[in-house]
Protein backbone atom coordinates (compact mmCIF):
# COMPACT_ATOMS: atom_id res chain seq x y z
CA UNK A 1 0.00 0.00 0.00
CA UNK A 2 1.50 3.49 -1.22
CA UNK A 3 1.70 6.33 1.29
CA UNK A 4 2.96 9.93 0.89
CA UNK A 5 5.85 11.31 2.90
CA UNK A 6 7.58 14.44 2.81
CA UNK A 7 11.05 14.58 2.60
CA UNK A 8 12.77 17.98 3.04
CA UNK A 9 11.39 19.31 -0.05
CA UNK A 10 10.36 16.28 -1.63
CA UNK A 11 6.98 14.95 -1.22
CA UNK A 12 6.86 11.08 -2.23
CA UNK A 13 4.51 8.19 -2.48
CA UNK A 14 6.34 5.13 -1.56
CA UNK A 15 5.14 1.39 -0.90
CA UNK A 16 7.22 1.12 2.57
CA UNK A 17 5.76 -2.72 3.10
CA UNK A 18 6.72 -4.18 -0.03
CA UNK A 19 10.21 -2.19 -0.40
CA UNK A 20 10.71 -3.78 3.29
CA UNK A 21 9.72 -7.11 1.70
CA UNK A 22 12.34 -6.79 -0.93
CA UNK A 23 15.25 -5.96 1.27
CA UNK A 24 14.05 -9.08 3.82
CA UNK A 25 15.30 -11.33 1.01
CA UNK A 26 18.77 -9.62 1.23
CA UNK A 27 21.01 -8.29 -1.59
CA UNK A 28 24.38 -9.29 -2.88
CA UNK A 29 27.13 -6.90 -2.05
CA UNK A 30 30.14 -6.85 -2.99
CA UNK A 31 33.15 -7.79 -0.55
CA UNK A 32 35.98 -5.80 -1.15
CA UNK A 33 37.23 -4.26 1.24
CA UNK A 34 35.83 -0.94 0.65
CA UNK A 35 32.29 -2.23 1.02
CA UNK A 36 32.62 -3.83 3.97
CA UNK A 37 33.99 -0.87 5.68
CA UNK A 38 30.57 0.80 4.34
CA UNK A 39 28.58 -1.87 5.61
CA UNK A 40 30.64 -1.96 9.20
CA UNK A 41 30.08 1.86 9.37
CA UNK A 42 26.16 1.14 8.31
CA UNK A 43 25.70 0.06 11.86
CA UNK A 44 26.43 3.59 13.52
CA UNK A 45 25.06 5.37 11.10
CA UNK A 46 23.56 8.78 12.47
CA UNK A 47 19.68 8.18 13.92
CA UNK A 48 19.03 11.25 11.00
CA UNK A 49 20.30 8.74 8.82
CA UNK A 50 18.72 5.62 9.99
CA UNK A 51 15.32 7.42 10.44
CA UNK A 52 15.42 8.57 6.81
CA UNK A 53 16.12 4.77 5.20
CA UNK A 54 13.80 3.27 7.84
CA UNK A 55 11.10 5.59 6.44
CA UNK A 56 11.52 4.60 2.84
CA UNK A 57 11.96 0.96 3.54
CA UNK A 58 15.48 0.53 2.65
CA UNK A 59 17.80 -1.84 4.34
CA UNK A 60 21.06 0.63 4.74
CA UNK A 61 23.32 -2.28 4.95
CA UNK A 62 22.15 -3.44 1.07
CA UNK A 63 23.18 -0.46 -1.12
CA UNK A 64 22.65 -1.50 -4.55
CA UNK A 65 26.07 0.10 -5.64
CA UNK A 66 28.76 1.65 -4.12
CA UNK A 67 31.96 3.29 -5.70
CA UNK A 68 34.75 4.77 -2.69
CA UNK A 69 37.10 7.35 -3.38
CA UNK A 70 40.05 8.66 -0.74
CA UNK A 71 38.58 11.97 1.43
CA UNK A 72 39.97 14.70 2.15
CA UNK A 73 40.25 14.31 6.15
CA UNK A 74 42.02 11.80 7.87
CA UNK A 75 40.84 8.68 8.62
CA UNK A 76 37.89 9.17 6.42
CA UNK A 77 36.68 7.89 2.89
CA UNK A 78 34.07 9.15 0.31
CA UNK A 79 31.45 6.94 -1.17
CA UNK A 80 28.75 7.62 -3.42
CA UNK A 81 26.02 4.65 -4.77
CA UNK A 82 22.56 4.33 -4.80
CA UNK A 83 19.42 2.10 -3.04
CA UNK A 84 16.16 2.23 -4.43
CA UNK A 85 12.58 1.70 -3.07
CA UNK A 86 9.29 1.06 -4.78
CA UNK A 87 8.03 4.84 -5.23
CA UNK A 88 7.99 7.28 -7.38
CA UNK A 89 7.96 11.46 -6.54
CA UNK A 90 5.12 13.32 -6.87
CA UNK A 91 6.84 16.46 -6.15
CA UNK A 92 10.22 17.67 -5.68
CA UNK A 93 13.18 18.44 -8.40
CA UNK A 94 14.23 14.90 -9.61
CA UNK A 95 18.47 14.66 -9.00
CA UNK A 96 20.75 12.77 -12.13
CA UNK A 97 24.17 12.77 -12.33
CA UNK A 98 24.28 16.30 -14.49
CA UNK A 99 21.93 17.57 -12.26
CA UNK A 100 23.51 17.02 -8.61
CA UNK A 101 22.66 20.62 -7.10
CA UNK A 102 21.35 22.20 -3.94
CA UNK A 103 17.86 22.67 -5.19
CA UNK A 104 17.85 18.91 -6.32
CA UNK A 105 19.54 17.14 -2.91
CA UNK A 106 19.20 18.03 0.60
CA UNK A 107 21.75 17.12 3.70
CA UNK A 108 21.26 14.67 6.67
CA UNK A 109 24.12 14.30 8.87
CA UNK A 110 27.36 13.46 6.73
CA UNK A 111 25.01 12.37 3.87
CA UNK A 112 24.13 14.17 0.39
CA UNK A 113 21.01 12.33 -1.39
CA UNK A 114 18.61 13.12 -4.16
CA UNK A 115 15.97 11.15 -5.60
CA UNK A 116 15.76 10.10 -9.16
CA UNK A 117 14.23 8.26 -11.57
CA UNK A 118 16.99 7.64 -13.98
CA UNK A 119 17.72 4.12 -12.79
CA UNK A 120 21.01 1.99 -12.88
CA UNK A 121 21.76 -0.59 -10.96
CA UNK A 122 18.65 -2.03 -10.06
CA UNK A 123 18.29 -5.06 -8.16
CA UNK A 124 16.33 -8.07 -9.86
CA UNK A 125 13.31 -8.68 -8.93
CA UNK A 126 12.02 -5.48 -7.30
CA UNK A 127 8.51 -4.02 -8.19
CA UNK A 128 8.29 -1.20 -10.44
CA UNK A 129 7.99 2.09 -10.13
CA UNK A 130 11.32 2.31 -8.86
CA UNK A 131 12.63 5.34 -6.88
CA UNK A 132 16.17 5.69 -6.71
CA UNK A 133 18.09 7.05 -3.85
CA UNK A 134 21.35 8.64 -5.00
CA UNK A 135 24.24 9.72 -2.68
CA UNK A 136 27.89 10.85 -1.55
CA UNK A 137 29.04 10.30 1.89
CA UNK A 138 31.90 10.87 3.79
CA UNK A 139 31.83 7.91 6.26
CA UNK A 140 34.91 6.87 8.90
CA UNK A 141 37.28 3.61 8.35
CA UNK A 142 36.00 1.42 10.83
CA UNK A 143 37.47 -1.83 10.31
CA UNK A 144 41.03 -2.76 11.38
CA UNK A 145 42.30 -3.83 8.59
CA UNK A 146 43.39 -0.67 6.74
CA UNK A 147 43.32 0.14 2.94
CA UNK A 148 46.31 0.96 2.58
CA UNK A 149 47.82 -1.88 3.08
CA UNK A 150 47.29 -3.11 -0.05
CA UNK A 151 49.06 -0.29 -1.99
Request: aromatic share 14%; charged share 20%.
Amino acid sequence: MYQQIQIENWLLEIDILRTREFYKNGLEVCNCLYCNNYIAASKSFDSSVVSLFHSLGITSSFPAHLSEFPATEEGMRMYIGVYHAVGRVLNGELCATSNWTEKSTFQIDNFTFGFSDETEFVPEGLPSPVLQLKFEAHIPWVLEEKPDEFY
